[in-house]
């Protein structure tokens, strides 16, 4: 298999021990993947998708110790099958779709003539149903101690709706607070958003500065910020001290259900967690197996034996029972 120096080592956390042994450092595998990440920013695909079309198909080739561009199907299969006891059935579907999108690039680029993907078929993603943090869990998380900035995090996730991602990279310029709104990338950073601001975060805006990075990285310049999955290991940390149940990301589908539930339409619901799609939103609506088990628990087979009986109303006109 051609590997390549390259400044940018990937880390690939986890590597599977069944394919060539373990690995923490990991080279890009082929220079054509440095291509494909090229075409990605070329395309202005969000930095998040890149990255992790490139982790995977690194981690792709490196585990199946194997050419990724000249690697046959048998290969592929039973890569996806060497993980079936350790990914969930959302992320098979999801790195499924990137080596996908893999050998669909290098067909266009003429670097393979055909896709090694289309015996394996493509496996379904399972219905989503929101996890929101519940309303307990967000006043054990708001009420227990913890940092400033890590507060002020979980308030732009729970109050704004904001990604991980999207928190990391706030800064005070995004504000306007005479307007009461927050300004964020949409969709693939092609144009910003205006979020309207709740009072807790107008409040929490005048604690941080007004110019700049509002989480700076620990390591770093101050103009840079720190990154997305370090704030999602902040606000988790304190999740779990707190006794929260769920993961960062529950916090934005309390926002999402709550809006709604509180009385949002859809379309507004759509236009503040930044959903391209209404059909995305849409999935909000859903309701979780507890309360489905909750409404069939409340049904009263013998309702109509406890309601009190009433007399029969007399026909007026002749003094007898109608």
Not at 57 to 62: D, G, K, P, S, T
Not at 209 to 225: E, L, Q
Not at 239 to 259: E, I, K, Q, S, V
């Amino acid at each position: 298999m051609t590997r390549v120096r390259n400044a940018n080592v990937l880390t690939l956390p986890g590597a599977s021990q069944r394919f060539g042994g373990g690995i923490s450092d990991v080279e890009i595998a082929h220079p054509l993947i440095t291509e494909w990440e090229l075409w990605h920013v070329a395309a202005r695909k969000s930095s998040r998708t890149t990255s992790e079309r490139i982790r995977v198909i690194n981690l792709f080739a490196h585990e199946a110790d194997c050419n990724p561009v000249t690697v046959q199907p048998a290969t592929i299969m039973r890569w996806l099958q060497s993980h079936e006891d350790d990914w969930s059935d959302s992320t098979a579907a999801t790195y499924h779709s990137y080596l996908r999108a893999w050998f669909k690039w290098l067909i266009i680029e003429e670097h393979r003539v055909d896709d090694p993907m289309i015996k394996l078929g493509t496996p379904k993603y399972p219905e989503r149903v929101p996890r929101p943090v519940p309303d307990d869990g967000l006043v054990k998380l708001l009420t227990a101690r913890m940092h400033h900035r890590t507060r002020v995090m979980i308030l732009l996730a729970a109050l704004a709706g904001l990604r991980v991602s999207e928190i990391a990279r706030v800064k005070g310029e995004d504000l306007d607070l005479e307007k009461g709104v927050i300004y964020i990338m949409k969709g693939k950073g092609k144009k910003r958003a205006a979020l309207p601001l709740h009072f807790l975060l107008v409040e929490a805006a005048h604690t941080m500065p007004a110019r700049g990075v509002w989480f700076p990285g620990i390591r770093s310049r101050a103009h840079t910020h720190v990154l997305g999955k370090s704030v999602s290991d902040i606000i988790g940390q304190a999740m779990r001290r707190a006794g929260t149940p769920g993961t960062p990301h529950c916090l934005r589908h309390w926002y999402g259900t709550t809006l709604l539930e509180d009385g949002a339409d859809l379309r507004t619901v759509q236009e503040l967690l930044r959903h391209s799609s209404l059909a995305t939103t849409a999935i909000y609506t859903k309701v979780p197996d507890h309360r489905r088990h909750e409404a069939i628990n409340k049904l009263d087979p013998f309702r109509a034996a406890r309601r009190p009986v009433e007399p029969p109303d007399a026909d007026p006109a002749i003094g007898e029972v109608a």
